[in-house]
């Protein structure tokens, strides 16, 4: 399986034709059908479904889809970091998987801090659901993982955010539960609740216990700031952090703590004897200042 023929099933894969795909990367199309098919002809799988005007993947298709952009992105990391070994100065790629919460502003410190000191290092931010992330970390595709959830910290170091995140409910003013202090579980029993797939199965159990099912969950999302425009909508409301979303006086949201109260920590993960580049080094001592002092 070489690199270069999975360059060409990815680019197939955008843009939907085998021949669009030559036309891109400069090659003859007889070239790129013959070197798919020999790629078939290795993996014993059918990998698209061919018709007079366009392909589709098949189930094994999309699979080898996942493992190529991972096998490529290891590879142009591999490229690059190499590179950078041929400078005197520090330079290269950082890159971070990091959850949603207003506690990410020691990243931002430790970026601040190196951009000036080192300012060929490039900071890549990834989101994404903790299995993906940790699937990533651990493949050597991440650097760090900004993660606001428990994991087996035997098989990773790990440096502790000091600050928590306060979970509640994002509302309309003109709601129902807009007038409460707080929100309790029984509040939002048979009310519509928006709220992140990953903490519909890893944070809220902790707070609502057996009657996490009694919830009426009308969507499931990853992007806070896609929940935040369906409250406004009225669509229902938002379990969230506190202050990822505009509750301010001039916002048609507020934002009402849970009670009994519920907190979620964040840490900061990284490989257990992991070789870093240069720029991974320096970056980590830059951690270490910020969440140490």
């Known amino acids: 399986m070489e690199i270069r023929v999975l360059r060409y099933f990815l680019e197939a894969c955008r843009l939907g034709s085998i021949t669009k795909a030559a ?11 013959r070197q798919i098919k020999d790629l078939e002809w290795e993996l014993g799988e059918k990998l698209f479904e061919r018709t007079n005007y366009s392909i589709r993947l098949t189930p094994a298709g999309e699979l080898l889809r996942e493992r190529a952009e991972d096998i490529l992105s ?31 502003s020691f990243l ?85 609740v928006l709220v992140s797939r990953q903490s519909l199965n890893a944070d809220i159990p902790r707070w609502l216990g057996d009657s996490t099912d009694k919830l009426n969950v009308i969507a499931t999302l990853d992007l806070t700031y896609n929940g935040s ?34 907190t979620t920590s964040m840490h900061v993960i990284w490989r257990k004897h992991q070789n870093f580049t240069a720029a991974g080094e320096v970056f980590l001592n830059a951690l270490k200042d910020v969440l140490l002092q």
């Open 108 to 192: 931002a410190k430790c970026i601040n801090q190196l951009k000036t000191s080192h300012p060929r290092i490039r900071f890549h931010l990834y989101a994404g659901d903790s299995e993906r992330v940790l699937e990533k970390l651990d493949k050597g595709l991440f650097d760090f993982a900004v993660i606001v959830e428990n994991v087996d910290l035997n098989k990773y170091n790990c440096l502790t955010v000091h600050a928590v995140d306060r979970w509640g409910v994002v509302m309309r003013r003109d709601s129902e539960l807009s007038d409460k202090d707080y929100i309790e579980p029984a509040d939002l029993i048979g009310k519509p």
């Open 74 to 104: 290891m590879a142009d990391r591999t490229l690059a970091d190499f590179k950078t070994l041929k400078n005197n100065d520090i330079s290269g790629d950082v890159a971070i998987a990091c959850a949603e919460s207003k506690n990410v």
């Open 229 to 262: 425009v369906l409250a406004k909508e009225g669509c229902g409301y938002l379990l969230t952090f506190e202050g990822l979303t505009d509750t301010g006086s001039d916002s048609p949201l507020c934002f009402k703590p849970l009670m009994p109260e519920l």
């Open 23 to 33: 036309e891109k990367l400069n090659v003859t199309q007889p070239t790129m059908s």
